[in-house]
């Protein structure tokens, strides 16, 4: 016959699957925060940067704005290696991706333009 366990294992094991549970939600919702931070200082970002291109005379095709943000005016001035999908919405912040050299696992690769705020390349494209 089968031991019944006493209040004291069941309290105890009660407790860790809740705290375990817990702790988990409070990751699950840290992480999505923070996302969604990334992605909303980026998009503030590329907005700042609009305006600033918009307010400038300089009509070359690559502008550097900051030490940390690099403009491309059209498609032609993006830099080869950096994939620029044809479905990619205007003017929102989007993370772009490259694959690695070892193989086909994609990376984000924050060395391709330098508004990066750190998720991947931003890539800011005007109608």
């Known amino acids: ?13 009660y407790f860790s699957v809740v705290a375990f ?3 988990v939600i409070h990751f699950s919702v840290l992480e999505s925060t923070i996302e969604n931070l990334e ?17 400038g005379n300089d009509t070359t095709s690559v502008q550097t704005l900051d030490s940390y943000t690099t403009a ?7 830099p080869e290696d950096v994939p620029v999908p044809a ?5 929102q912040a989007v993370e ?12 984000p690769d924050e060395s391709l333009a330098h508004d ?9 494209r005007q109608r």
């Open 116 to 124: 990066t705020c750190r998720q991947g390349s931003g890539v800011h």
């Open 39 to 55: 992605n909303f200082n980026a998009q503030n970002r590329l907005e700042m940067a609009a305006t600033q291109l918009q307010e």
């Open 72 to 78: 491309y005016i059209g498609l032609d001035a993006v």
């Open 87 to 91: 479905e990619m919405p205007w003017n």
């Open 96 to 107: 772009v991706y490259k694959r690695s050299r070892g193989g086909d696992r994609v990376l």
């Open 1 to 13: 016959m089968k031991r019944i366990k006493s209040a004291k294992q069941l309290t105890f094991t």
């Open 21 to 23: 549970a817990i702790i």
